[in-house]
């Protein structure tokens, strides 16, 4: 496919300006992937839920109009790119990998989906994640499991393992995610590609079905760290339709990647290592890290001493907030609506059949947690051990200019292994939580192999400071040269 096509953001863009292809035969390019990737044969990589072909192609020949007439194209033209089926498209099915909202169309554009399309995008499609983004497999989607590309009989993580594996298989050069507890960095390190959780505010989740408010971030996952300060750029800043969207000026990130300071100093979570840490994990790991120093990179030790408390903690802030925010598919407003005699029957019968088991079990846990007499307990405690987490990510940031640890202790496991043990599954965000819960921008970048599946190096930076997480990816990725 890329022996063809240009797979990178600025050798498209410099392609059709060039007048070498068009952006309609790349978009049939495209499709013609996807249609292979998803054959039953393959086996099917079951990542597209929902194809919007005609929307694709209008931009397509929106682009195709200004590089016939001269023009300057915008930033991202022609950029064939997924989104997760959490992000709302105006006449297109939003599923959130549900049956609640199976055969729900979206009313509006998220300020995200105008942006891209502004800036040139070919929006393919919607691809498969968890439902209502809560899991780490794309296992508990209603349409079934998505396989990673790099092994079918394992799972891409979650949960934008869709968006992952589309970018690792070609289908997409970039996509979409979401992330609340790792649900981008992860399934990037799962795949074998970049995954960048922008600062909390530094994207509009206008648009974004809401999961936990305090925690859900919107981001790109891409092939090189160049796509992802591309993406990020047309991505970031503040948006009257979202309160929570910053309005803090956005760099050029993408101008600025190769500009990294000398004497960068990097913190080695000494907590990170031990544990659930998979010992070819932690040996890839030491390996890139020795190459950072060699490069020049300060390597100190810091210490997050109550990382251990993070998944206690974003596991009770998390499936609080997803309690609240899922009261609002009742069969009233949005998709399914069961037949029953009574409104209280109908609410209860629609909620039954339309969850899947792990929605239902953060939203027992999370009414839980938030009761009468728990509160305190669990809410008021987690909210204090939060406070905590992010006291300590502040004093290391006073020792370092960014944090770095493995994204994930372990890599891609079977499908089917790990389903029946939500505590595992749990336990394995250990290293990306912390960022959502502070609220502070990370990224994950391929940093190599562990019994030949991907690994994943995560770098979390200050509060929007995306400009030196990416700086360090990117230096990272100048001198890591993947296994032929
Ligand atoms: N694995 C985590 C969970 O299940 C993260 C999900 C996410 O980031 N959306 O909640």
């Known amino acids: 496919m890329s022996d063809t096509y ?4 600025a050798a498209i863009r410099a392609g059709l300006a060039q007048g070498e292809f068009t952006a309609r035969a790349l978009a049939g390019h495209y499709y013609e992937r996807i249609a292979a990737t998803e054959a039953p044969a393959a086996p099917a990589a079951n990542a597209w839920l929902t194809l919007c072909r005609e929307r694709a192609e209008v931009q397509a020949d929106r682009v195709d109009a200004l590089a016939r007439q001269g023009q300057p194209l915008p930033p991202l033209a022609g950029l064939p790119l997924a989104v997760k089926d959490v992000i709302s498209m105006r006449g297109v099915r939003t599923t959130c990998g549900s049956r609640m909202l199976e055969h729900y169309i979206a009313p509006y554009d998220a300020t995200v989906i105008e942006k891209l399309e502004t800036a040139g995008a070919l929006l393919l499609g919607k691809v498969n994640c968890d439902e209502f983004a809560m899991g780490s497999s794309t296992e508990n989607s209603a349409f079934g499991p998505t396989r990673n590309p790099r092994d079918p009989s394992r799972v891409p993580g979650g949960s934008s393992g869709g968006s992952a594996a589309v970018v690792a298989n070609g289908s997409a050069l970039a996509a979409l995610g979401s992330d609340t507890g790792g649900s981008i960095r992860q399934p990037a390190a799962f795949c074998g590609v970049v995954g960048l959780l922008p600062t909390y505010g530094r994207v509009s989740r206008y648009g974004l079905v809401a999961f936990g408010s305090s925690l859900d971030h919107i981001g790109p996952l891409t092939r090189s760290v160049d796509d992802a300060a591309r993406l990020l750029g047309v991505l970031a800043g503040p948006d009257p339709r979202d309160a929570t969207c910053a309005d803090v000026p956005v760099p050029d990130y993408a101008a600025q990647l190769a500009a990294l300071p000398a004497g960068f100093r990097i913190g080695v979570v000494k907590e990170a290592w031990g544990g659930g840490l998979d010992s070819q994990v932690e040996a890839t790991v030491r390996r890139a890290l020795d190459r950072l120093a060699g490069a020049g990179c300060d390597i100190v030790e810091v210490s997050l001493p109550h990382l251990h408390a993070s998944i206690a903690t974003y596991y009770i802030v998390a499936t609080a907030e997803a309690s609240a925010n899922l009261a609002r598919f009742d069969g009233v407003r949005y998709g399914l609506r069961a037949e029953a005699e009574s409104l209280g029957e109908m609410y209860r019968k629609t909620r039954e059949a339309g969850f899947g088991a792990e929605v239902k079990r953060r939203i027992l846990l999370g009414t839980y947690v938030l009761s009468s007499g728990y509160y305190d307990a669990y809410y008021r405690k987690a909210q204090l051990a939060r406070a905590l987490l992010a006291r300590d990510l502040d004093r290391a940031f006073a020792q370092a200019d960014l944090l770095v640890t493995p994204t994930t202790p372990g890599t891609a496991f079977k499908i089917g ?8 599954m749990y336990l394995a965000d250990i290293y990306t939580v ?22 994943g190096l995560q770098f979390m930076g200050r509060h929007f400071d995306e400009t030196r997480v990416l700086q360090a990816a990117r230096l990272w990725e100048s001198l890591h040269t993947p296994p032929a």
């Open 434 to 455: 912390p960022a959502d819960l502070a609220g502070i921008p990370a990224i994950s970048v391929p940093c190599g192999e562990a019994a030949g599946l991907p690994v």
């Open 6 to 9: 240009p797979a990178t953001i």
């Open 417 to 424: 292994e790990r389903i029946s043990n939500p505590l595992e």
